[in-house]
């Protein structure tokens, strides 16, 4: 329970649909791409590589979906981690512009392969709304939608008054929030094992329990596991926050924070906590974040935690997080609470790049339902020669943590607390 965070007694894995367990890798093999890692970032590779003709091995250390990609909040949040008026001040207008551009794109090709494999994943599409957690928080609001309107081009994004955001949810400390309405929810397993059907129907060799314990990236890849070998002429390492010491080099660039998930009882009347299907969240440092299930329970998912240990009893670590925001539901019995790891990076905005022949996206900073779609798509198109898109994806690369792989998560720790405190005060 305590390695793997409880993601055997998830919502998420009491409600998967059946996925028959692909045989673990044994003895050597060949192959165009040879994929690391079954979350989103390697079942987007692997399917967008084998539709374009490629011959691909796919490597799953546990099984499909374990990772961040089976347990988190499904929630559908357009855009980045850095919101569109952060993008333009870094960047410029025009620069933000193609890279909201992406990430857009990104939001398209997930409903696309959504509808063309028919995954049945609890899909919503009614919108995300970012709760106000301060009335200070209005300002960056109005200056975010703004800028998404007139200079992204974009007109899906409003702000909220405090009435107006109240009648969405009935949360406590709410002053208003910014809603989009291209947001939305889904069921992030049963999302990442349609996936998996479909990488195996367009022909991609999946393999579970086959935990790569080295690769090699300077001339074409080699990875390998306790009992096999694939050979390949490209990679793709998608392991995210579990990468432990398979890449050392890059390893330093993202960070692990866990965080923890309640699923709540049915709800009796689950439209007078969150109206409309909403995916929600608020505007803390250390975001809280919910949304209903398709039977009505409250997964809510948040709080902070600065030691290195899991708490021992996840449900009872949450719930005052939730019982803050929905003082209503003091009474509700959870039945569901897991935890996860959440890679994020020094700029909240991903790292994605090569080392030799080998591929690698990981540390969406919380922000990883969406964009593994494009990152899929973009890294087979690099192998395919054209790497324009790539390009642009790899200039965002995140400044590596003060201290290393070795450093960096005592001297984040300080600076998260630094920002919860912010929030307190
Ligand atoms: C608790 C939590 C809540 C979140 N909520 C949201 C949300 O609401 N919205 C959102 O957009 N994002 C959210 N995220 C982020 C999002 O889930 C991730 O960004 C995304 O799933 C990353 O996908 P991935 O495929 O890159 O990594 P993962 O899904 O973590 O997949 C990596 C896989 O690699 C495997 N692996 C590791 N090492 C090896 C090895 N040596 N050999 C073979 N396989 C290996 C692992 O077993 C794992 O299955 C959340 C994350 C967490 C943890």
């Given at each position: 329970m305590r390695r793997d965070l409880g993601f055997e007694r998830s919502y998420y894995a009491a409600t998967a649909h059946a996925f028959k367990l692909a045989p673990p890798l044994e003895g050597e093999t060949e192959s165009d791409v040879v994929v690391i890692g079954g979350g989103y970032t390697g079942l987007h590779a692997a399917l967008n590589a084998a539709e374009c003709g490629f011959k691909v091995v796919l490597l799953e250390?546990?099984?499909?979906?374990?990772?961040?990609s089976g347990r988190n909040g499904g929630q559908m949040i357009p855009?980045?981690?850095?919101g569109a008026a952060e993008l333009v001040k870094r960047y410029g207008e025009a620069h933000a512009k193609t890279l909201f551009g992406l990430a857009l794109e990104s939001r398209s090709l997930t409903l696309e392969r959504i509808a063309k494999h028919n995954?049945?994943?609890?899909?919503?599409?009614?919108g995300h709304l970012t709760l106000?957690?301060?009335?200070?928080?209005l300002s960056w609001m109005d200056a975010e939608a703004e800028t998404l309107e007139r200079?992204?081009?974009?007109?899906n994004a409003r702000v909220l008054d405090a009435n107006e955001a109240r009648a969405k949810v009935a949360a406590d400390g709410v002053f208003g929030g910014l809603l989009d309405e291209c947001g939305g929810h889904l069921h992030p397993l049963n999302y990442a094992l349609g996936l998996a059907n479909a990488a195996g129907r367009a022909g991609v060799t999946l393999h579970e329990h086959s935990r790569v314990v080295s690769v090699e990236h300077q001339r074409h890849v080699t990875a390998r596991t306790e009992r096999g070998v694939v050979r390949a002429r490209f990679g793709v390492l998608?392991?995210?926050?579990?990468?432990?010491?398979?890449?050392?080099?890059?390893?330093?660039r993202i960070m692990p924070v866990a965080n923890y998930l309640v699923a709540t009882e049915p709800?009796?009347?689950p439209a007078r906590i969150i109206a409309d299907g909403l995916a929600v969240s608020d505007s803390r440092f250390v975001v809280d974040y919910f949304r209903l299930s398709a039977e009505g329970r409250l997964i809510f998912g948040g709080g902070e935690r600065y030691t290195p240990d899991p708490p021992v009893d996840f449900a009872a670590f949450v719930r005052p997080f939730l019982q803050r925001t929905f003082?209503?539901?003091?009474g509700a019995r959870i039945d569901y609470a897991w935890g996860g790891l959440v890679s994020i990076t020094m700029s909240r905005l991903p790292h994605i790049g090569r080392l030799g022949d080998l591929f690698f996206a990981h540390?969406?900073?919380?922000?990883?339902v969406l964009l593994p779609a494009l990152i899929g798509k973009v890294l087979t198109e690099a192998m395919r020669g054209t790497a324009e898109t790539f390009d642009v994806l790899a200039g965002l690369a995140p400044p590596e943590f003060p201290g290393g792989a070795a450093l960096r998560s005592p001297l984040h720790v300080l600076g998260m607390l630094w920002y919860a405190l912010r929030d307190r005060l």
């Open positions: 250390a546990e099984r499909i979906g374990w990772g961040a855009g980045w981690r850095k995954i049945d994943c609890d899909l919503t599409t009614n106000a957690a301060k009335p200070a928080d200079r992204m081009a974009y007109p998608g392991c995210d926050a579990l990468i432990g010491h398979l890449a050392p080099r890059i390893a330093g709800l009796s009347e003082p209503q539901l003091r540390g969406y900073s919380g922000q990883g």
